[in-house]
């Protein structure tokens, strides 16, 4: 999810909180537990200041080691070792417990997205990603804050999110089989798909569509249960070849290739250089590709730039390559 839905589910958990006895028994308690829950449900996303660094970075390692099964254990234990000393009479017990529920639920809910997370890390590498909540749902943020705000006015904290989670779990229900029910409509026109992938819109009745079959992609977009296919490419191995091999070894490329599952490629010789662009399928948006790797190699197949990331015009991505040349 989005960090703006991440601060207010930490809001809404502390709130939540205050249904153990041992919370609402001791003010010591219940404060290190808001705090603790607003801390925990930040504190897998450290890894965004990988972005600092560079997008392959950023690709290859976000929602990965923060998100594995040892960072759920190590973070509520960093979490409280540096909050407990400022609250001794806190129950420990509980305010850890409290931590654990809110780090846990971070990971836990980012499994939805259709990025994904590494959550089975060290057994598995592999990105778990159902991909049926969008990173950012405003109907998940809007009954958080709608939430926040009955509590602001004196309701009792505890039981509104209870109720409040309680219709979340129905809404994640229904979100599962529109899900499964666009998946099937995909099929009754693509019977030969090998591997359906829809990510979700802030809309609840969208989704775009990205398949494969054994020799085609196909791009398109649901709307209502109605399957609009837009673009249909040939599907075609990458060859062994100079160029392409020489350009695998660079780490934006690299990174791409380890995060994305669909996408298509091609090899434009230039003048006086080479240039090897690889196009995310899942995500087209107003006819255009926005994630995409491209690596510029001279004629000696050295690379001159390259860039792994999000662009919305072609204009602005050789603006990107032209600086990362000079």
């Known amino acids: 999810m ?57 690709i290859r390692n976000h929602r990965g080691i923060t998100h594995s099964i040892p960072a759920v254990v190590l973070w509520p234990l960093l979490i409280v070792a540096v909050l407990y000393p400022f609250f001794p009479d806190a129950n420990l017990l509980h305010l850890w417990m409290w931590t654990f529920i809110a780090v846990f639920l971070h990971v836990f809910v980012d499994i939805f997205n259709a990025y994904g997370t590494q959550a089975l890390r060290p057994f598995s590498s592999k990105w778990v990603a159902l991909g049926f909540i969008n990173t950012f749902d405003p109907i998940i943020f809007s009954l958080h804050v709608v939430g926040l705000f009955v509590w602001a006015f004196g309701a009792p904290p505890g039981y509104t999110f209870l109720v409040l989670y309680i219709v979340l779990v129905i809404y994640y229900v229904l979100r599962y089989i529109a899900q499964r029910r666009v998946k099937h409509k995909v099929r009754e026109i693509i019977p030969d798909a090998n591997t359906i992938i829809l990510s979700p819109t802030m809309r609840f009745s969208h989704w775009r569509v ?45 990174a791409f290739l380890s995060f994305s599952p669909v996408y298509r490629w091609e090899v434009t010789e230039l003048e006086d250089q080479y240039q090897v662009r690889f196009i995310d399928l899942r995500y087209r948006s107003n006819g255009h590709y926005p994630f995409v790797a491209v690596v510029h190699l001279d004629k000696d197949l050295n690379i001159m730039s390259s860039y792994t990331g999000w662009i919305f015009s072609e204009e602005k991505l050789q603006k990107k390559l032209d600086i990362l040349t000079n």
């Open 210 to 254: 990205a398949v494969m079959t054994d020799e085609y992609f196909y791009v398109g977009r649901a709307h209502n249960y109605k399957i609009e296919i837009y673009d249909q490419f040939k599907r075609i191995d990458i060859p062994a070849t100079p160029v392409l091999e020489a350009a695998k070894t660079d780490s934006n490329l690299s």
């Open 2 to 58: 989005d960090t703006g839905t991440h601060v207010v589910m930490g809001l809404a958990l502390g709130g939540l909180a205050t249904l153990d006895p041992a919370v609402a028994g001791s003010h010591a308690t219940t404060i290190s537990v808001m705090i603790a829950t607003l801390a925990g449900s930040q504190a897998p996303d450290v890894d965004t200041v990988l972005k600092l660094r560079n997008n392959a970075v950023y």
